[in-house]
């Protein structure tokens, strides 16, 4: 340890301050995660795994249940055990890369996933974010793991016996291990895959065992070999031990994507320290970050749900980036194969996070979102893009250009990065090309959209009218960085008006947005149920409101405010009908929408879920208290079922977050925050630099959503909104509620400098 270079030392140990350093506080117990697990492929509770990791770590740890290659890694209903993988898994739909395992056995040595699987229960599995331990039915084993950010340490207790095992597993399509018994060490590699990676790609893995071996054997391609050594499509090991009952075999595990020799470095992390100091100080640092919104009191459910979803909006993005000798961040490039220095991050979406996850960060932990800006630039300049779904490289998924969302939402909140030229000069390449092999990066259709002012329905580029909706927001965010960054007049105004391009899609006979064909004319037949086709994983009744930078430009175009509450009314008072047809069978976002009784409303997908706080342009905020917490108490639970539909990398986790604090970034990249209902009397946010906003909610309870009143710092408000500023400069936030809506307060937020036609 004391040879640890001090840059990684604070990156293990935690570099955030304590928040809220009281010994009686201890957010991470109250996280399960186990929330959102009981999934399959078709209805999805979440989609997650329980991740044994540490916040925004390089590597997470979870028990296999599914196969090999299987992105449900781990679901709640099965009953055995396969193995404990590595997994850089964002999600079950983009999968894993640069996976291997290790499984505790006896009896046989037995290298298959099929026969070393294990049964396992529930009542004998404890997982926590920074812990985890599972008895093993089958081997009579208990299995322990707890984590630093690029190693782990695995604690396995044994039976009796001459044939206590582990088995490392590195899995198929092309792997490497070899068994040094003089070192009690197991190295090798893995490059199993999904895409995103170049040709070089390898995860470089070393396993450190604290006593001899008395059995080891190699694998490759289900043959067994007395060989040490091991290249195949599917190679692995297994080391043997003599065991008492009770007896302890501890293996320190680290890995790299840049070499063998940095994967050695990488176990530094872990030093001398047994498992229990790994765990106290992994335990620690969770707490150091959840405990940066402090919630004390309130109903227990309610809080486990809140800390288990804060514990999920600080997953992802992930890590990719290592520490070099002299303790300098260096990465091996997804995007070209090379090792460079600086930082890098990935496995998320920005169709799904750039709505609530980043401003989140940019809140509460800037420090951290500001490495993962440098790792954009460090991605532009190696790829010419920015990614826009990264894992660990770009990967065709989505649509949008919204990296400009997290780009500009960071920059103007004080977000700065060493060179803002170029942070600013791949904003501007991303809206006005496209990548040649991956169309989700950069701009599919930009040359028919900067000629025509939309992407067309006609032409072959699919889910254009969702592509358009989300160019124009991203064009506004490129606007505010331009204006904010002082560029020509001529280049501000170019992305002003491209800003407003949403009208080009605005059908003024059925107040929703279609797809146009090329000549102008509004595609036929429409449904506004029907999903997918010119809209992305939804229909019109949920793209319609994805005008984030001008609501008031679309209560406008829907006849006023009257007309807009109305239209907003019947995305909730239509039935859950819709229209598969373009999918050809029921997506699980259908049928997620459909079982929760709750109209047209999708909340379990992203497009739509800042909708409900689009009443408050409307100036009706009583309608989206009510429903807010109808969200919150009906569609989230700290339990293996808790989430209405995917959790997508922290997106629907921090959308919780926000909404239990009382507020929510509508607009990233503006400066207001757009007032909801809080679930807390009270809650604390402390901030990076020791300040902190304390929010109370006089009279908060079941059935008391509405707000009867507001003070900012003592003074009372009529606002619906709040500004970063006023939060992040510290202060008080005091609610009143009440069981009675209150139909005369609330000025809205395009009453404030915010639309943006106002900006003109």
């Known amino acids: 340890m004391k040879h640890l270079p001090m840059l990684l030392l604070l990156c293990c140990l935690g570099a955030f301050p304590a928040a809220a350093s009281s010994g009686d506080f201890d957010p991470v117990e109250l996280v399960n995660p186990l929330m959102g697990s009981q999934s399959v492929h078709q209805f999805s509770a979440g989609n997650t795994y329980p991740a044994v990791a540490t916040p925004w770590g390089m590597n997470f740890w979870t028990p296999q249940t599914g196969k090999m290659g299987d992105g449900w890694a781990y679901t709640y209903t099965d009953t055995r055990i396969r193995g404990f993988k590595q997994t850089h898994q964002p999600s079950p739909w983009i999968n894993d890369y640069g996976q291997f395992s290790l499984m505790p056995v006896t009896g046989a040595p037995e290298f298959d996933e099929e026969r070393r699987a294990s049964w396992f229960g529930h009542k004998a599995e404890t997982s926590k974010p920074y812990y985890y331990s599972v008895y093993l039915a089958e081997y009579d084993v208990v299995a322990e793991i707890t984590p630093t950010d690029r190693a782990a340490v695995f604690r396995f207790t044994f039976p009796e016996g001459d044939d206590s095992y582990v088995v490392v597993d590195a899995f198929d399509k092309g792997s490497y291990v070899k068994i040094e018994p003089e070192k009690r060490r197991v190295t090798g590699y893995t490059t199993r895959n999904s895409g995103g990676v170049p040709d070089n790609f390898r995860n470089w893995f070393v396993v450190e065992f604290d006593r001899d071996f008395e059995y080891t054997a190699t694998f490759a391609d289900g043959e067994r070999s007395e060989s040490l050594e091991q290249q195949a499509g599917h190679a692995g090991g297994i080391v043997g031990f003599r065991t008492r009952r009770g007896e302890q075999v501890t293996a320190r595990v680290a890995s790299s994507f840049i070499s063998p020799e940095q994967a050695l470095r990488n176990l530094q ?14 335990k ?37 980036y290592e520490f070099d000798a002299q303790g300098r961040p260096c990465h091996y490039s997804p995007y070209n194969g090379e090792v460079l220095p600086g930082y890098m991050y990935t ?61 500009a939402d960071a920059y103007l909140k004080g977000i700065r990065v060493e060179d803002t030229a170029t942070l600013y000069r791949g904003l501007v390449d991303g809206a006005n090309k496209v990548h040649p092999s991956v169309r989700s990066t950069g701009r599919w259709g930009y040359d028919y959209y900067n000629r025509l002012g939309y992407v067309p329905y006609d032409v072959g580029i699919r889910e254009n009218a969702a592509r358009t909706l989300e160019y124009a927001y991203d064009d506004w965010c490129i606007y505010r960085m331009a204006k904010a960054l002082g560029r020509p007049q001529e280049e ?7 800003a407003l391009n949403y009208r080009n899609l605005f059908d003024s006979r059925t107040k929703l947005m279609r797809g146009r064909n090329a000549d102008g004319s509004f595609a036929e037949p429409f449904s506004p149920f029907k999903w997918g086709d010119a809209f992305t994983e939804g229909n019109s009744w949920h793209y319609t409101w994805s005008v984030f930078h001008d609501p008031q430009g679309l209560i406008d175009l829907m006849g006023g405010r009257e007309r807009f509450a109305g239209m907003l009314d019947s995305v909730f008072v239509v039935p859950p009908v819709f229209d598969e047809s373009y999918y050809g069978s029921v997506i699980h976002e259908i049928r997620e929408m459909q ?35 109808q969200v919150m108490e009906r569609f989230y639970s700290a339990t293996p079922d808790g989430y209405c539909g995917d959790e997508d990398n922290g997106q629907t986790s921090a959308w919780y977050v926000f909404s239990a604090l009382g507020f929510y970034p509508v607009c990233p990249a503006s400066d207001q925050y757009v007032l909801g209902s809080p679930l807390f009397e009270k809650a604390v946010v402390h901030y990076e630099d020791g300040r902190r906003t ?45 069981d009675t809506p209150d139909l005369s307060r609330g000025t809205a937020p395009s009453d404030a400098p915010y639309s943006f036609s106002s900006e003109f």
């Open 269 to 282: 992390e872990v030093g001398e320290r047994g498992f229990d100091e790994v765990c106290a100080a992994a």
């Open 284 to 320: 620690q640092r969770w707490n150091d970050v959840l405990g940066r919104i402090e919630i004390r009191e309130g109903d227990l459910d309610h809080r486990r749900t809140f800390y288990t979803c804060l514990y999920r909006s600080t997953l992802f993005p992930r890590k990719f």
């Open 347 to 407: 496995d998320t979406g920005f169709w799904d996070t750039f709505r609530c996850l980043f401003p989140l960060l940019n809140l509460v932990y800037p420090s951290v979102n500001r490495e993962i800006q440098e790792g954009l630039v460090n991605a532009y300049r190696e790829s010419g893009f920015y990614p826009e779904w990264a894992s660990p490289g770009h990967r065709d998924c989505m649509v949008g250009n919204n990296s400009a969302s997290v780009v």
């Open 492 to 498: 501000v105004d170019l992305y002003a008006q491209r």
């Open 595 to 629: 079982v929760m009784n709750m109209g047209n409303y999708a909340h379990g997908n992203q497009p739509i879920q800042h909708m409900i706080y689009l009443y408050n342009y409307a100036g009706q905020p009583w309608k989206a208290q009510y429903r807010l917490r």
């Open 694 to 738: 304390v929010i109370t909610a006089a009279g908060n309870g079941p059935g008391r959503c509405y707000v009867k009143s507001l003070k900012i710092n003592g003074r009372n408000s009529s606002k619906n909104y709040l500004t970063h500023g006023t939060l992040t400069a510290g202060g008080k936030l005091e609610f009143g509620m009440s």
